[in-house]
Each structure stands twice: as structure tokens, then as C-alpha cells.
T-cell receptor
Framework: GENVEQHPSTLSVQEGDSAVIKCTYS??????FPWYKQELGKRPQLIID?????GEKKDQRIAVTLNKTAKHFSLHITETQPEDSAVYFC???????????FGAGTRLTVKP | GAVVSQHPSWVICKSGTSVKIECRSL??????MFWYRQFPKQSLMLMAT?????????EQGVEKDKFLINHASLTLSTLTVTSAHPEDSSFYIC???????FGSGTRLTVV
């Protein structure tokens, strides 16, 4: 089955700096890669996603890159703000409506 | 669109009792729903895939007789934790739909 690894487990940056979180996956059939932000005690919120036919996607301060050959994808947050502090999870799935496998999570702290 | 409702949001039960958690898709039909468990400071771990009108598919290590899943309609899946014990205390969350919309989660505490 799919195995998703995520690094780093914790990340601390100064406000305004960039943050990068990296994930690798094992199943080459995976074609959907979402990123979730989870605040304490709340449900994961989808912040951005990318499909395997695209190499990069950007939404304001958030971008995701995908390298299918190397089977890794990354989340980039620019101009970080304290409200970006949360746990971020990457995930991978083979197809729509199929089960999702999550990375272990990255606790991001943005210091004012 | 794609709203998933989960109830209850939290529950405290005595050891040995059973607890039922509901997951509803409010504005779409879901032939498949997924149940996850999340322990404190850990990731979401897939427990089982709930299939409408048929048996659920359980992940390795998840006891199907302890975590009963019923998906009797296209909008409702239930997870029943039977004979709950303190080690079952966790955050249980469902997801459904093409974009994997999550329910709000249920924090179960077994005392």
C-alpha cells in the first residue's frame, strides 16, 4: 500500500520568512496530493492540492510542487504569518473517492 | 457544496459501554466514506472504508468486531465503538466525497 513520509516534524520560522515542508510517497499510481492544515481540536482543512498531471500550483502565499519521477511533493508558504501556525499534513491518494494516506504531520510555528 | 456533518462532537462514556458516531453527507451522496482515528499529536490513521450496501473494509490491525461500521444509505455511515476502553480514547473523524471533505470529528473519552 501507499506510504507517505513527511519532513520535518517540527518547523519554526520568523514571521515573514518562508516555510517548506516535504513529502515522499511510495505508490507510483498515486495521482492526487492534497495538503491540510489542522488547528488544535479541529478538522483538517484543505489548503491546496495538486494532481499528477501538473508540476506546480500556486494560491496566493501557498504553493505546491510535485516531482512524479522522484515521487515527492512539497508545500511552500511565503511571507509567513503567526496565524499560519498549525499542524500541516500531506496526503496521497490513487484516485478520486479512494482512501487517503497521510504523512505524519509538521508542526509549524511562526514567531512574531 | 460537499458538507459532511459528524455527531457527536465529543462524548464521554464509561469503560465497557458502546458509543455510536454518525457521519452524514448533507448535500451529496457518498457511496464510500472513510473513518480515521487520530491520537494526540499524531497523524490521521485510516481505520476503515465504509461502503454503502456492503461490508466495510478494515485496515490491518483494526478489529472489525470492535469498530462496527454501518453504511445503510448514501448519506449516512456510522461507527460504533463497542465495549470501549480507555485506550480507545481518541479523535475519530470521517471523510467523504470526491474532495475528501472531513466531518468535524468526535473526541471520545472513555473513563
Amino acid at each position: 500500500g501507499e506510504n507517505v513520509e513527511q519532513h520535518p516534524s517540527t518547523l519554526s520560522v520568523q514571521e515573514g520568512d518562508s516555510a517548506v515542508i516535504k513529502c515522499t510517497y511510495s505508490d507510483s499510481a498515486s495521482n492526487y496530493f492534497p495538503w491540510y492544515k489542522q488547528e488544535l481540536g479541529k478538522r483538517p482543512q484543505l489548503i491546496i492540492d495538486i494532481r499528477s498531471n501538473v508540476g506546480e500550483k500556486k494560491d496566493q502565499r501557498i504553493a505546491v510542487t510535485l516531482n512524479k519521477t522522484a515521487k515527492h511533493f512539497s508545500l511552500h508558504i511565503t511571507e509567513t504569518q503567526p496565524e499560519d501556525s498549525a499542524v500541516y499534513f500531506c496526503a496521497a491518494s490513487i484516485a478520486d473517492n479512494n482512501d487517503m494516506r497521510f504523512g505524519a504531520g509538521t508542526r509549524l510555528t511562526v514567531k512574531p | 457544496g460537499a458538507v459532511v456533518s459528524q455527531h457527536p462532537s465529543w462524548v464521554i462514556c464509561k469503560s465497557g459501554t458502546s458509543v455510536k458516531i454518525e457521519c452524514r453527507s448533507l448535500d451529496f451522496q457518498a457511496t464510500t466514506m472513510f473513518w480515521y482515528r487520530q491520537f494526540p499529536k499524531q497523524s490521521l490513521m485510516l481505520m476503515a472504508t465504509s461502503n454503502e450496501g456492503s461490508k466495510a473494509t478494515y485496515e490491518q490491525g483494526v478489529e472489525k468486531d470492535k469498530f462496527l461500521i454501518n453504511h445503510a444509505s448514501l448519506t449516512l455511515s456510522t461507527l460504533t465503538v463497542t465495549s470501549a476502553h480507555p485506550e480507545d480514547s481518541s479523535f475519530y473523524i470521517c471523510s467523504a466525497g470526491r474532495l475528501y471533505t472531513f466531518g468535524s470529528g468526535t473526541r471520545l473519552t472513555v473513563v
